[in-house]
């Protein structure tokens, strides 16, 4: 099998930070949580910016700018942007840091969909931040709004006019046909970068059957123009990233995705849940790519070309 790529999504925009004194919120943070996931062996860092002083997810460029010169200056990892921000936000604001930054690598959400949150509540009276509760509690109405235009327009600008390449976010068998559907119209260059995004409530369940299902699709429709990746959100995390190590695709992991190291046990740190998934894939005898190796499987165009 092909080295494996390991990503690593440090914060994102849905776990809250009463959820984890380890969740990273500011900028010194994060970039200290980057380079450490960065050294335990993740090629790819997917990155989201959040406002220092409450946590809430940000459209800041002033935000990414805060972590991202350090990040780069401290590990060789692919830094990949998120063109998602949070469902809240307006696709303006979600490029605002990803247009003026020009990273090699973005993410790109291949459809619009219902982003139920709300279980996440649980039992909880209280909270850090004011903003949390009814976030999450306003989710059972939270729809991430991505059309055929919204996607168009990402994959114009971001990609013809920004030479990025995508880490395409698939949480549904018809985004797979979204996809294929851009790509026939020349707006897709192989190889493709599938990342299957399973477990979030309004998309696909993090069931090995769906993933083999994903995987059948995939191959029907992009034959060997294609690479995938998995994740998986929540306690399913770790049996679906071997399930991909052992078919011969990739893995991602982070805090972003799932709070936890083991049942009922936060991870300190995302390097700590990159540090066990690195041991799983690696006890399946793959190898874990380097961030250049990763940058040659995905032809990006390096990090010497990127505006931070």
């Known amino acids: 099998m092909s080295k494996i790529i390991i990503t690593c999504a440090i914060t994102g925009s849905i776990h809250t930070p009463t959820m984890s004194p380890y969740l990273p919120v500011t900028a010194d943070q994060i970039a200290e949580q980057a380079i450490g996931a960065a050294k335990a062996g993740a090629a790819i860092l997917h990155l989201h910016a959040r406002d220092p002083s409450t946590g809430q997810p940000s459209s800041s460029l002033d935000h990414y700018l805060g972590f991202l010169p350090s990040v780069r ?163 399913q995390q770790m049996p679906m990233a071997e399930k991909a190590a052992a078919m011969g695709g990739h893995v991602r992991v982070g805090l972003e995705d799932n709070l936890y190291i083991a049942k009922g046990k936060l991870a300190h740190s995302n390097a700590e849940q990159v540090e066990k998934v690195r041991t799983v894939v690696e006890s399946l005898g793959r190898k874990v790519a380097t961030p250049d190796e990763a940058r040659a499987m995905l032809r990006l165009r390096g990090a010497g070309s990127v505006g931070f």
């Open 73 to 235: 200056a401290g590990c060789d990892a692919v830094i990949n942007l998120t063109t998602g921000g949070s469902a809240v936000m307006t696709l303006e604001q979600r490029l605002t840091a990803p247009l003026a930054l020009c990273p090699e690598m973005c993410s790109l959400n291949m459809g619009t969909m219902n982003f139920a949150l709300y279980p996440m509540l649980g039992r909880r009276t209280e909270w850090l931040h004011d903003w949390e509760e009814p976030f999450l509690r306003n989710s059972d109405d939270l729809v991430f709004k991505n059309t055929p235009r919204d996607i168009e327009g990402v994959l114009r600008q971001m990609g013809q006019d920004r030479a990025a390449r995508f880490e395409f976010e698939c949480y549904d068998v018809g985004h797979l046909y979204m996809l294929r559907h851009f790509a026939d119209r020349g707006l897709v260059e192989a190889p493709v970068f599938i990342q299957f995004v399973m477990g979030v409530l309004g998309g696909i369940a993090a069931e090995p059957e769906h993933l083999d299902h994903l995987k059948a699709t995939a191959d029907r429709l992009f034959g060997d123009d294609y690479i995938f990746s998995v994740l998986a959100a929540g306690r």
